[in-house]
């Protein structure tokens, strides 16, 4: 199905990939599901946030969209974890991509990370203009904060403890005491030690 360059935009609409998988660079990218955990301090995340917000005028979700990158010169998506919009922002093409910068993006990773490279990731953040960036790093129960400057994600902020807030939504207050919590929970549910 795909040309000799990669996957096209057209080709990928008739696609039916699993949420397992991505298009980067044309090539279609399969990954592995994360760990139970991983999973947990997702929906923890999430319901915290979704608890704090105006829901008519803004979405979180997670894992359940296609961030369009670029269609040209090779396709490529992403899955996010987790993506914060204003539904005002919020753009969606053929009823399949978003292809407008969310306001902000979680991803969570592992030791080795099931998605792929983090920095190819991060890249293609900046591509789109993502403003803020979290990364949860489940194994060290870590949290880091990307602003964009200069066109860039950079790194601005590390923490284990503390409340943190999305920039763009200062009143969405995370303890991360919270998530850690959630996070040690599913590893005794999975039989795994505490990473605190």
Do not use: C
Not at 12 to 19: I, T, V
Not at 46 to 58: E, F, T
Not at 102 to 119: R, Y
Not at 151 to 165: C, F, I, K, Q, Y
């Amino acid at each position: 199905m795909a040309t000799p360059g990669g996957i096209t935009y057209e080709q990928s609409l008739e696609l039916r990939p699993s949420k397992l998988a991505e298009v980067v660079g044309g090539e279609l990218r399969n990954y592995t599901k994360p760990p139970r955990e991983h999973a947990r301090v997702l929906e923890s995340l999430r319901h915290i946030l979704w608890s704090q917000i105006n829901r008519q005028a803004v979405d979180v979700w997670t894992t359940s969209f296609s961030l369009l990158i670029r269609t040209e010169p090779t396709l490529t998506y992403r899955e996010p974890d987790l993506g914060m919009f204003t539904k005002a922002s919020r753009t969606l093409r053929d009823r399949r991509y978003i292809s407008s910068a969310p306001e902000l993006l979680v991803e969570a990773f592992h030791e080795h990370p099931h998605k792929g490279p983090l920095d190819e990731r991060i890249a293609d953040y900046e591509q789109v203009g993502v403003p803020e960036v979290w990364l949860i790093d489940v194994t060290q129960a870590e949290w880091k904060r990307l602003l964009r400057k200069d066109g860039r994600l950079v790194e601005t902020d590390t923490l284990r403890t503390g409340l943190v807030a999305p920039t763009l939504f200062p009143t969405a207050k995370v303890p991360l005491l919270t998530l850690w919590a959630t996070l040690e929970k599913a590893q005794i549910e999975s039989g795994y030690k505490s990473v605190r």
